[in-house]
């Protein structure tokens, strides 16, 4: 953004960028969504999105790509081995995040089974600030445990505590004082995207990082959305607000040993890759890569990919670029807050989080208020909003269903895609939805195998809204 000072003394805050490709988007009738809803199991991520007004699913792989990113993609070098694009990206790389060694792979989840492959073994735990779905399947699969320390203020959503991404570094010392030989790693997701994409602050992942030097443990950090990251700090943490947010992001990611990220979502492309300053580290990973994932220069993604993520990685520091989507979130969430929806506090990144129980009290968790809400909202909006709760979490080893302390819907922002007149559309129809809550009921999970071991896979479809919405 380009901030200025208004006429009246306050802030005035500018894109510093101008849409020149646009897509056509339609509005469905009721009645199409209606049975577009139905014909997906009440479930949005089965929609089409041919019948899906604004699409706030995620921000992943979804992303405007900038001119620059698009011409990069057409002068890639497309070779199996050694592709010039290859190297190019891998100076990006170094150049923005100061990492010597990295290990493309295809996606987010792509660098995370790697990751759990050769540091978690049977019994391992892994300490960090809070779970991301696959980030927990792939340490469970692994044989490990997610141990998940945030601090006290991260599961009260009405707290306006700046950093609810940060770890409770009290309860870090003491599992890694009486287990550190089980700890594999230690984690740390900035944008903590399941506790409403709040960040983490400066002085926490330094902390952190001091205890992972005193008990030599590796410290992973999850990067997929640390331009957002960076973003708060310069907003919210002292001492931050004059800095350049190419050298804040520098900063928050050297203090970690292993960095990753799905490029899906900063960088807006499809791929993803893991760095490192650990030639020993970068050896044991890059093994696996031509086994899981394609040959190391390529890891699994297109060239073209590779080079627009080159480009990405830069602009993610572009003071001009960064930020809109997330003024655009706060909008909103400050607008709902006023009006007394239960909305996640202070707004973060990624999108705009309702707290479902709180919004439908009538509904019981065991009925998915999540679910139930996201679905509801499709058919009074045409807007596609993510399930983030009891659903989407995969269930024990029994089979039980379990309970996350969090059941949210997420409106998700993807980067300088959508529009005030859309941000204004979506807090209409949720205000709407609000006055009219009592119509929508509870879901049911049908579930098409009985493999109870079996992680995921769960809520192929619901039922049950009970009544049309609007
Ligand atoms: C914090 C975080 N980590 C990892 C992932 C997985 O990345 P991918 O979807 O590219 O596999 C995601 C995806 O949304 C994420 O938000």
Same mark, same amino acid.
Not at 439 to 458: H, Q, S, W, Y
């Given at each position: 953004?380009?901030?200025?000072?208004?006429?009246?003394?306050?802030?005035?805050?500018?894109?510093?960028?101008?849409?020149?490709?646009?897509?056509?988007?339609?509005?469905?009738?009721?009645?199409?969504?209606?049975?577009?809803?139905?014909?997906?199991?009440?479930?949005t991520?089965?929609?089409?999105?041919?019948?899906?007004?604004?699409?706030?699913?995620?921000?992943?792989?979804?992303?405007?790509?900038?001119?620059?990113?698009?011409?990069?993609?057409?002068?890639?070098?497309?070779?199996? $081995?050694?592709?010039?694009?290859?190297?190019?990206?891998?100076?990006?790389?170094?150049?923005?995040?100061?990492?010597?060694?990295?290990?493309?792979?295809?996606?987010?989840?792509?660098?995370?089974?790697?990751?759990? =492959?050769?540091?978690?073994?049977?019994?391992?735990?892994?300490?960090? #600030?809070?779970?991301?779905?696959?980030?927990?399947?792939?340490?469970?699969?692994?044989?490990? =445990?997610?141990?998940?320390?945030?601090?006290?203020?991260?599961?009260?959503?009405?707290?306006?505590?700046?950093?609810?991404?940060?770890?409770?570094?009290?309860?870090?010392?003491?599992?890694?004082?009486?287990?550190?030989?089980?700890?594999?790693?230690?984690?740390?997701? $900035?944008?903590?995207?399941?506790?409403?994409?709040?960040?983490?602050?400066?002085? #926490?992942?330094?902390?952190?990082?001091?205890?992972?030097?005193?008990?030599?443990?590796?410290?992973?950090?999850?990067?997929?959305?640390?331009?957002? #990251?960076?973003?708060?700090? %310069?907003?919210?943490?002292?001492?931050?607000?004059?800095?350049?947010?190419?050298?804040?992001?520098?900063?928050?990611?050297?203090?970690?040993?292993?960095?990753?990220?799905?490029?899906? %979502? $900063?960088?807006?492309?499809?791929?993803?890759?893991?760095?490192? #300053?650990?030639?020993?580290?970068?050896?044991?990973?890059?093994?696996?890569?031509?086994?899981?994932?394609?040959?190391?220069?390529?890891?699994?993604?297109?060239?073209?990919?590779?080079?627009?993520?080159?480009?990405?990685?830069?602009?993610?520091?572009?003071?001009?670029?960064?930020?809109?989507?997330?003024?655009?979130?706060?909008?909103?969430?400050?607008?709902?807050?006023?009006?007394?929806?239960p909305?996640?506090?202070?707004?973060?990144?990624?999108?705009?989080?309702i707290e479902a129980s709180s919004f439908l009290?009538?509904v019981?968790?065991?009925?998915y208020p999540a679910g139930s809400l996201a679905a509801a909202l499709y058919i009074a909006?045409?807007?596609?909003s993510?399930e983030?709760g009891?659903?989407?979490?995969?269930?024990?080893?029994?089979?039980?269903?379990?309970?996350?302390?969090?059941e949210l819907v997420?409106i998700?922002?993807?980067? =300088?895609?959508?529009?005030?007149?859309?941000?204004?559309?979506?807090?209409?129809?949720v205000?709407?939805l609000y006055?009219?809550r009592?119509?929508v009921?509870g879901a049911?999970?049908?579930?098409?195998?009985?493999?109870?071991?079996?992680?995921?896979?769960?809520?192929?479809?619901?039922?049950?809204l009970?009544?049309?919405t609007?």
């Amino acid at each position: 953004m380009i901030v200025v000072r208004s006429r009246g003394g306050g802030e005035l805050r500018v894109e510093g960028y101008r849409v020149r490709a646009f897509e056509r988007i339609d509005l469905p009738p009721v009645d199409r969504r209606l049975k577009a809803i139905r014909e997906a199991g009440w479930n949005t991520f089965q929609l089409r999105a041919d019948d899906v007004f604004l699409d706030m699913l995620t921000d992943s792989g979804v992303n405007a790509m900038s001119t620059s990113q698009l011409a990069a993609m057409m002068s890639a070098q497309d070779a199996y $081995a050694g592709s010039r694009t290859f190297y190019e990206f891998a100076e990006a790389v170094e150049e923005i995040l100061g990492f010597r060694y990295v290990v493309p792979v295809h996606q987010g989840r792509a660098a995370e089974h790697l990751i759990a =492959r050769v540091f978690v073994r049977e019994g391992s735990i892994v300490p960090m #600030n809070y779970h991301f779905t696959t980030t927990k399947a792939h340490i469970d699969l692994a044989g490990g =445990r997610v141990v998940e320390i945030p601090v006290r203020e991260a599961l009260d959503i009405k707290s306006r505590y700046p950093f609810k991404g940060d770890i409770d570094v009290a309860r870090l010392e003491e599992i890694l004082r009486r287990e550190r030989d089980r700890v594999a790693f230690v984690r740390i997701e $900035a944008i903590a995207n399941l506790l409403g994409g709040q960040p983490v602050s400066m002085k #926490n992942i330094r902390e952190v990082r001091e205890l992972c030097d005193r008990y030599s443990v590796p410290l992973v950090l999850d990067g997929s959305m640390v331009d957002w #990251n960076a973003y708060f700090i %310069k907003e919210r943490e002292p001492g931050y607000g004059s800095k350049r947010l190419g050298d804040i992001l520098k900063e928050f990611v050297s203090y970690s040993d292993i960095f990753y990220m799905s490029a899906r %979502k $900063a960088p807006a492309v499809r791929g993803g890759f893991i760095a490192t #300053n650990s030639r020993e580290v970068y050896e044991r990973l890059v093994v696996h890569v031509p086994v899981y994932e394609g040959f190391p220069t390529y890891g699994g993604m297109s060239t073209k990919e590779m080079a627009a993520m080159a480009v990405g990685l830069r602009e993610m520091v572009d003071e001009n670029l960064a930020g809109s989507e997330l003024e655009l979130i706060k909008y909103v969430v400050e607008e709902l807050d006023k009006r007394g929806i239960p909305v996640v506090l202070p707004p973060g990144g990624l999108g705009v989080h309702i707290e479902a129980s709180s919004f439908l009290p009538h509904v019981p968790r065991s009925a998915y208020p999540a679910g139930s809400l996201a679905a509801a909202l499709y058919i009074a909006s045409g807007v596609r909003s993510m399930e983030r709760g009891a659903m989407s979490m995969d269930r024990d080893r029994d089979g039980r269903e379990v309970y996350p302390e969090l059941e949210l819907v997420r409106i998700a922002f993807p980067r =300088r895609t959508y529009l005030k007149s859309h941000a204004d559309y979506v807090i209409d129809r949720v205000l709407w939805l609000y006055e009219h809550r009592d119509v929508v009921k509870g879901a049911e999970v049908g579930i098409r195998t009985a493999r109870p071991k079996v992680l995921p896979g769960k809520a192929r479809g619901y039922r049950g809204l009970g009544r049309k919405t609007g």
